[in-house]
């Protein structure tokens, strides 16, 4: 079996969460298109990386 054939595409809206800081991870994600925001988050404070 190929990588590419257990691929599963998903398409997510501008705004949409795709996985939460603390979340365990079950899913690797490649962006074929679009823009991704990443932020992380620390006591009363909230960065864009």
């Known amino acids: 079996m190929r990588i590419a054939d257990?691929?599963?595409?998903?398409y997510h809206s501008a705004g949409?969460?795709?996985i939460r800081q603390g979340e365990l991870a079950d899913s690797f994600f490649l962006i074929q298109s679009g823009?991704?925001?990443k932020f992380?988050?620390?006591?009363?404070?909230s960065v864009l990386v």
């Open 16 to 18: 949409d969460c795709i």
């Open 35 to 37: 823009k991704v925001r």
């Open 6 to 10: 257990a691929l599963e595409a998903q």
């Open 40 to 45: 992380i988050y620390e006591i009363n404070c």
